[in-house]
T-cell receptor, first 111, second 115 residues
Framework: GEKVEQHESTLSVREGDSAVINCTYTDTASSYFPWYKQEAGKGLHFVIDIRSNVDRKQSQRLIVLLDKKAKRFSLHITATQPEDSAIYFCAATGGNNKLTFGQGTVLSVIP | AQTIHQWPVAEIKAVGSPLSLGCTIKGKSSPNLYWYWQATGGTLQQLFYSITVGQVESVVQLNLSASRPKDDQFILSTEKLLLSHSGFYLC??????????????FGPGTRLLVL
């Protein structure tokens, strides 16, 4: 089945800088790649997604890139703010329609 | 607007005792429903999904069962809790199964501690 590897377990950036979180996946049939944000003790909040028919998507300060050849996708948060601090999860929907998550990245934005 | 509610918010239970966790979705008709488990500090693992009332598919067993008694309700249960059941249980819904618009939206979760 699908395996999703999230490369940064922790990430610290200064407020105003950009943060980049990288994920790789194994199933070539995967076509949908959402990102979620989890604040301490809370449920997951959907932030942005990308589908396999495009290689870039932007929503305000969030940019997602998808490289299908390398089976890699990434979340870029520009002009980071302290409220961006949270755990970010990448995920992929494989050929079996199951959503598989990465291990999570703890992002700390230092004021 | 759709809302997703999970109950209880948190539970402390004894090993060997029964458990029932609930999830209700309001504002969406015939959603696909999912149960996930998250170990403390860990990733999420899908446990069950349901496309329609009365039908539940198991993804990972973990000595748990799930039922969908109503269109807007999903129940997770076990008759005998294990220590390994501790963690955070999340319910999610999506609109389309296997289609392009299959974003899953999560509830606030139930924290379970088994002692």
């Amino acid at each position: 089945g699908e395996k999703v590897e999230q490369h940064e377990s922790t990430l610290s950036v200064r407020e105003g800088d950009s943060a980049v979180i990288n994920c790789t996946y194994t199933d070539t049939a995967s076509s949908y790649f959402p990102w979620y944000k989890q604040e301490a003790g809370k449920g997951l909040h959907f932030v942005i997604d990308i589908r396999s028919n495009v290689d870039r998507k932007q929503s305000q300060r969030l940019i997602v890139l998808l490289d299908k050849k390398a089976k890699r996708f990434s979340l870029h948060i520009t002009a980071t703010q302290p409220e961006d601090s949270a755990i970010y999860f990448c995920a992929a929907t494989g050929g079996n329609n199951k959503l598989t998550f990465g291990q999570g990245t703890v992002l700390s934005v230092i004021p | 607007a759709q809302t997703i509610h999970q109950w209880p918010v948190a539970e402390i239970k004894a090993v060997g005792s029964p458990l029932s966790l609930g999830c209700t979705i309001k504002g969406k008709s015939s959603p696909n429903l999912y149960w996930y488990w998250q170990a403390t500090g860990g990733t999420l693992q899908q446990l069950f999904y349901s496309i329609t009332v009365g039908q539940v598919e198991s993804v990972v067993q973990l000595n748990l069962s799930a039922s969908r008694p109503k269109d807007d309700q999903f129940i997770l249960s076990t008759e005998k809790l294990l220590l390994s059941h501790s963690g955070f249980y999340l319910c999610a819904w999506s609109l389309v199964w296997g289609g392009a618009e299959d974003t899953q939206y999560f509830g606030p979760g139930t924290r379970l501690l088994v002692l």
